[in-house]
């Protein structure tokens, strides 16, 4: 069993930058893969990053390449979600998920956090 909690989510003008933090309790953080998800209002949730438990290999959704960097630190059972360049479209709610791999979609993700709100003003 494996407990997240985002946080780091927040309101910042377009153009700016956050950082989300997802903790992890419970056992074998290391063993999983670890994605960041994301539903804005109406929509359905939809991938947004994923990095493998070695952080070696890593994916991300074409919509925030370039902008949006997912990183994790296995000592402190942290995964990162760095966020540059924010657009109003970037607002959403987001999740992190552990899962058995970065190439899996959502049904593949195991635990789910309660989720941080990212808010971005035009």
């Known amino acids: 069993q494996v407990q997240l909690v985002e946080s780091g989510g927040g309101l910042v003008q377009a153009g700016g930058s956050l950082r989300l933090s997802c903790a992890a309790s419970g056992r074998a953080f290391s063993s999983y893969a670890m994605g960041w998800f994301r539903q804005a209002p109406g929509k359905e949730r939809e991938f947004v990053a994923a990095i493998n438990w070695s952080s070696y290999n890593t994916r991300s959704a074409d919509s925030v390449k370039g902008r949006f960097t997912i990183s994790r630190d296995n000592a402190k059972n942290t995964v990162y979600l760095q966020m540059n360049s924010l657009k109003p479209e970037d607002t959403a709610v987001y999740y992190c998920?552990?899962?058995?791999?970065?190439?899996?979609?959502?049904?593949?993700?195991?635990?789910w956090g309660q989720g941080t709100q990212v808010t971005v003003s035009s």
């Open positions: 998920a552990a899962g058995r791999n970065i190439y899996g979609d959502q049904h593949d993700y195991l635990y």
